[in-house]
Structure formats: structure tokens, C-alpha cells
């Protein structure tokens, strides 16, 4: 069974820019969390969808935002970066309750 | 609000010793127990979880964790440490699982293995 895949796995963007980070989710699983890692802050949550819709969202500014589609993939964007945006951002699937299993990340560095 | 905190920023033990990373939280509510391993410039990988019944808890490459209420503790043992051990550990609570709510981790350990 194929893991959670996210594409891609690096990336460089200038300030101001937008980005867009895709995860396809493990087969049969419906929920899909999203978390930034960052040396400063260690690893906090961004959001979770669930059957395309958003069902809780962590504290972060509007300008990060997701959606999911009906095939389960998810998609998160980050508009107007920022220096701080650079991190590491991982994507995990579930199959709606039960442990959250991961992706490699996509490692983001905004000059 | 749930939280995690992970005493040791960097633990360091011999070959062949015992591994002990702690763990402690804080929950509302009955919680959901996670331990991550992270090696360099990968994902997180489940070592192990508790969710309910049985407190002790055994994981993947031999690793186990004992969930003590009345400590509100999770700590990670493994009998023997190997250098393939050395790696990032992350302690992990969740109030439904890992769903909804996601998870909140603590600020992890890194482990290291002295030949």
C-alpha cells in the first residue's frame, strides 16, 4: 500500500509570492491533516479535512489556507510569503480516527 | 487545551544501553497517546500509540511506552539502543485520535548513540 506522497519536496520562493503544496493521502483514507515544522516553533498544526470539508484549523494567518477533493487529495496555499514561511510542511492522512500517518514533507525556503 | 512537554532537548546514551525518553501531558479529556521518530530530512514515522486498554504499549524496533495516568506521563523505553536509534522522538496527544482536532506535539528529543 503506497504512503501519503507530497510534491514536491523542495522548493524555493521568493517573498511575496504564492505557493501551492499538493498531498495524495494513503488509498481509503478520508482525513487529511497539515502541519508546519520549524526549528523555532517545532511542528504545529495548519488544518484537517475531512471529506472535503475543513473541520478544525490551528492558529495560523488567513493567508495560509487548503481544500481536498473529492478523490481525497489535498492541496494547501500560502499566499504573499513571508521569510517566517520557510519550514518544513508535512502532510498526514487518516482513515478519520485512529493515529495520523505521515508524508516526507515539502521543504519550503522563502528568499 | 492540550499540551506536551518532553523533558530533554537532546538525550545521549551508549550502545547497548537503556533508551528513556519522558514524556508528560496535559488533557481534558482521556487522551490519545503518540510517540514519532524523525530521521534527517524525512516525515514522521509511528513508533507506537496508545488509545485505550492496556497501558503498556509495545512498538515498532523494539520499542514500548507505559501510559501512567496518575503521572500523566507516556515515557519511551527501548532495552537496548542501537546507532540506527539515533533520530529526533516526538511525543504526540491528540483528544480524538489524531482527527479532527490534530495533533500537538511536544518540542522533541534528540536522541543520540555513543558507540
Known amino acids: 500500500k503506497a504512503g501519503v506522497t507530497q510534491t514536491p519536496r523542495y522548493l524555493i520562493k521568493t517573498r511575496g509570492q504564492q505557493v501551492t503544496l499538493s498531498c495524495s493521502p494513503i488509498s481509503g483514507h478520508r482525513s487529511v491533516s497539515w502541519y508546519q515544522q520549524t526549528p523555532g516553533q517545532g511542528l504545529q498544526f495548519l488544518f484537517e479535512y475531512f471529506s472535503e470539508t475543513q473541520r478544525n484549523k490551528g492558529n495560523f494567518p488567513g493567508r495560509f489556507s487548503g481544500r481536498q477533493f473529492s478523490n481525497s487529495r489535498s492541496e494547501m496555499n500560502v499566499s504573499t510569503l513571508e521569510l517566517g514561511d520557510s519550514a518544513l510542511y508535512l502532510c498526514?492522512?487518516?482513515?478519520?480516527?485512529?493515529?495520523?500517518?505521515f508524508g516526507q514533507g515539502t521543504r519550503l525556503t522563502v528568499v | 487545551a492540550q499540551s506536551v512537554t518532553q523533558l530533554g532537548s537532546h538525550v545521549s546514551v551508549s550502545e547497548g544501553a537503556l533508551v528513556l525518553l519522558r514524556c508528560n501531558y496535559s488533557?481534558?479529556?482521556?487522551?490519545?497517546l503518540f510517540w514519532y521518530v524523525q530521521y534527517p530530512n524525512q516525515g514522521l514515522q509511528l513508533l507506537l500509540k496508545?488509545?485505550?486498554?492496556?497501558?503498556l504499549v509495545k512498538g515498532i524496533n523494539g520499542f514500548e511506552a507505559e501510559f501512567k495516568k496518575s503521572e500523566t506521563s507516556f515515557h519511551l523505553t527501548k532495552p537496548s539502543a542501537h546507532m540506527s536509534d539515533a533520530a529526533e522522538y516526538f511525543c504526540a496527544v491528540s483528544e480524538s485520535g489524531g482527527g479532527a482536532d490534530g495533533l500537538t506535539f511536544g518540542k522533541g528529543t534528540h536522541l543520540i548513540i555513543q558507540p
Open positions: 498526514a492522512s487518516s482513515p478519520g480516527t485512529g493515529p495520523a500517518f
Open positions: 488533557s481534558s479529556v482521556p487522551p490519545y
Open positions: 496508545y488509545t485505550t486498554g492496556a497501558t
